[in-house]
């Protein structure tokens, strides 16, 4: 039974794109035993929080499963999550309930500004053995590079992610005639009856990323979740997301490329179970800028499930943790 004699807290600013901040916790258990987990971009609350009444409420207090902590902190219930299945020798990924050991991965690329360009980079991606491409669009960056795209590459599974950024349906559905798999995040997530009247003029997959699913079942309004792991306080509470989604016959991608490792770790993890059924996305960011050996990544489109190594699979490179860190605290 896990007992936390220490708590450390690391806050990171990770020198890649928008220089993203993470939190990363460390446990220690009175057996000497380490978990970790970490916050993305968390909420600016989350340090005081973590040294204000997380510390206090872990430290010392006996506790059997990570459901039982009640953190409501995504990266202390992380951290308990590799601690207790680490000192159970068990990987994350099967305490989930997942079963794979590989998975397929989607590489998403950008919008550019030439249509020559775009094909040679999905060119590129191909020859490094991806299979499925997701292209950001936009509105005026949409049907053009969809059809170029396809006509270069005839057999390519290929996904469109639009961020949000469309009112009106005409241009997504001129998509659909292009063999689009999913059309991932059409409207601001609140409008779930656009959406649905969406899902009934396509063939492809209307994808939502929300932690609210039920509108959505209800109206029928998608037949993909894109699962953030991060975006939910616990690792069960994605799961039950996960179960939900499943049981309603939806397909589900587990999504989640930002941070130092861990949460792309453990989104692999979640990744593994059953109903994700969707290629993974956990392209970002540069494996230089990860603090778990090996990094996790996609090698030849494929992305490994550390299933024979505990917890969250990883060793954690506490030096560049220190070195990455802008301060720290120990409880």
Same mark, same amino acid.
């Given at each position: 039974?896990?007992?936390?004699?220490?708590?450390?807290?690391?806050?990171?600013?990770?020198?890649?794109?928008?220089?993203?901040?993470?939190?990363?916790?460390?446990?220690?258990?009175?057996?000497?035993?380490?978990?970790?987990?970490?916050?993305?971009?968390?909420?600016?609350?989350?340090?005081?929080?973590?040294?204000?009444?997380?510390?206090?409420?872990?430290?010392?207090?006996?506790?059997?499963?990570?459901?039982?902590?009640?953190?409501?902190?995504? !990266?202390?219930?992380?951290?308990?999550?590799?601690?207790?299945?680490?000192?159970?020798?068990?990987?994350?990924?099967?305490?989930?309930?997942?079963?794979?050991?590989?998975?397929?991965?989607?590489?998403?690329?950008?919008?550019?500004?030439?249509?020559?360009?775009?094909?040679?980079?999905?060119?590129?991606?191909?020859?490094?053995?991806?299979?499925?491409?997701?292209?950001?669009?936009?509105?005026?960056?949409?049907?053009?590079?969809?059809?170029?795209?396809?006509?270069?590459?005839?057999?390519?599974?290929?996904?469109?992610?639009?961020?949000?950024?469309?009112?009106?349906?005409?241009?997504?559905?001129?998509?659909?005639?292009?063999?689009?798999?999913?059309?991932?995040?059409?409207?601001?997530?609140?409008?779930?009856?656009?959406?649905?009247?969406?899902?009934?003029?396509?063939?492809?997959?209307?994808?939502?990323?929300?932690?609210?699913?039920?509108?959505?079942?209800?109206?029928? !309004?998608?037949?993909?979740? $894109?699962?953030?792991?991060?975006?939910?306080?616990?690792?069960?509470?994605?799961?039950?997301?996960?179960?939900? +989604?499943?049981?309603?016959?939806?397909? $589900?991608?587990?999504?989640?490329?930002?941070?130092?490792?861990? !949460?792309?770790?453990?989104?692999? !993890?979640?990744?593994?179970?059953?109903?994700?059924?969707?290629?993974?996305d956990v392209t970002q960011p540069p494996r230089n800028a990860q603090i778990v050996t090996p990094a996790v990544g996609a090698a030849g489109g494929i992305v490994a499930v550390p299933f024979t190594q505990p917890g969250l699979g990883h060793? $954690?490179?506490?030096?560049?943790?220190?070195?990455? +860190?802008?301060?720290?605290?120990?409880?």
């Amino acid at each position: 039974m896990p007992r936390v004699r220490e708590l450390e807290v690391f806050r990171l600013v990770l020198p890649y794109g928008r220089r993203l901040e993470s939190l990363l916790v460390r446990l220690t258990d009175h057996g000497g035993m380490v978990g970790w987990g970490e916050a993305v971009e968390p909420d600016p609350k989350t340090w005081a929080r973590l040294g204000e009444t997380l510390g206090a409420q872990l430290i010392g207090v006996d506790w059997e499963h990570p459901d039982s902590v009640r953190s409501g902190d995504s !990266a202390v219930d992380m951290a308990c999550w590799d601690l207790w299945t680490r000192m159970r020798g068990v990987p994350l990924a099967h305490a989930l309930g997942g079963s794979r050991t590989s998975l397929m991965a989607t590489v998403r690329l950008t919008p550019d500004p030439s249509l020559d360009s775009l094909v040679t980079r999905v060119n590129q991606q191909v020859c490094g053995g991806y299979g499925h491409v997701t292209l950001d669009v936009r509105p005026g960056w949409d049907v053009e590079p969809v059809r170029a795209v396809r006509l270069a590459f005839p057999a390519l599974t290929l996904a469109v992610d639009c961020g949000g950024a469309y009112t009106d349906s005409e241009q997504l559905v001129a998509l659909d005639s292009y063999g689009v798999e999913v059309i991932e995040r059409p409207f601001a997530v609140s409008d779930a009856y656009a959406h649905a009247a969406l899902q009934d003029q396509v063939g492809a997959k209307v994808a939502v990323e929300t932690t609210d699913l039920d509108d959505y079942l209800t109206l029928r !309004a998608a037949r993909a979740l $894109i699962l953030r792991p991060t975006a939910y306080a616990s690792l069960s509470e994605a799961r039950r997301a996960h179960d939900k +989604a499943a049981a309603a016959g939806w397909d $589900i991608q587990c999504t989640g490329g930002r941070g130092a490792g861990l !949460a792309r770790a453990a989104t692999v !993890a979640v990744a593994s179970l059953p109903g994700c059924t969707l290629p993974c996305d956990v392209t970002q960011p540069p494996r230089n800028a990860q603090i778990v050996t090996p990094a996790v990544g996609a090698a030849g489109g494929i992305v490994a499930v550390p299933f024979t190594q505990p917890g969250l699979g990883h060793i $954690i490179d506490e030096d560049r943790v220190r070195r990455f +860190a802008t301060d720290s605290f120990t409880a």
